[in-house]
T-cell receptor, first 113, second 111 residues
Framework: SQTIHQWPATLVQPVGSPLSLECTVE??????LYWYRQAAGRGLQLLFY??????ISSEVPQNLSASRPQDRQFILSSKKLLLSDSGFYLC????????????FGQGTRLTVV | GQQLNQSPQSMFIQEGEDVSMNCTSS?????WLWYKQDPGEGPVLLIA?????ELTSNGRLTAQFGITRKDSFLNISASIPSDVGIYFC???????????FGAGTRLTVKP
């Protein structure tokens, strides 16, 4: 069966520090991969999605970036965090073929101080 | 991008009552999804709908894919305390990598 791992679960970082959140998927090949951000009490905002290694689409211009160095690995990064980057970050995967729903990781609670 | 309007924003109900929430869009989707999120966790898929008019049940949950392909609803029958959480609808386009979420419905169930 497929599983998705996301870490760390919680993170407190100072303003201006770098960020690296990692997500890996097991039990499937060629998945679509997604990064979402969720502000407190709000819906999910799509940040990035990837249909393959090295293929990244950005939905919202900001100081975050994403990379997919391997088929089942998706990384969210920032060179310098802002206070407004605080939130709940969720990684998700969905099957490429056939089309299917997305399945989410447990999330990372990021607090920028 | 496509916008999903999910309502109501929140619901406070008594245990045992039925619940209904819905999602509408100005765009046509090929798939409608319903998720539930518990505090501090990622959303969990409840029901996936793939055809216009489709009615699907998962235990006490029932969801329908609207005939116009621009809306969907979720019903929960005989609510229990563990139904508490935030319910999200999501619309997915044919190319699979464009999936939009509603703002969520926060459900509170009073015992």
């Amino acid at each position: 069966s497929q599983t998705i791992h996301q870490w760390p679960a919680t993170l407190v970082q100072p303003v201006g520090s770098p960020l690296s959140l990692e997500c890996t998927v097991e039990g499937t090949s060629n998945p679509n991969l997604y990064w979402y951000r969720q502000a407190a009490g709000r819906g999910l905002q799509l940040l990035f999605y990837s249909v393959g290694i090295g293929q990244i689409s950005s939905e919202v211009p900001q100081n975050l970036s994403a990379s997919r160095p391997q088929d089942r690995q998706f990384i969210l990064s920032s060179k310098k965090l802002l206070l407004s980057d605080s939130g709940f970050y969720l990684c998700a995967w969905s099957p490429l073929r056939p089309v299917g729903p997305a399945f989410f990781g447990q999330g990372t609670r990021l607090t920028v101080v | 991008g496509q916008q999903l309007n999910q309502s109501p924003q929140s619901m406070f109900i008594q245990e045992g009552e039925d619940v209904s929430m819905n999602c509408t869009s100005s765009s046509i989707f090929n798939t409608w999804l319903w998720y539930k999120q518990d505090p501090g966790e990622g959303p969990v898929l409840l029901i996936a709908l793939y055809k216009a008019g489709e009615l699907t049940s998962n235990g006490r949950l029932t969801a329908q894919f609207g005939i116009t392909r621009k809306d969907s609803f979720l019903n929960i029958s005989a609510s229990i305390p563990s139904d508490v959480g935030i319910y999200f609808c999501a619309g997915q386009l044919y190319n699979n990598n464009d999936m939009r979420f509603g703002a969520g419905t926060r459900l509170t169930v009073k015992p």
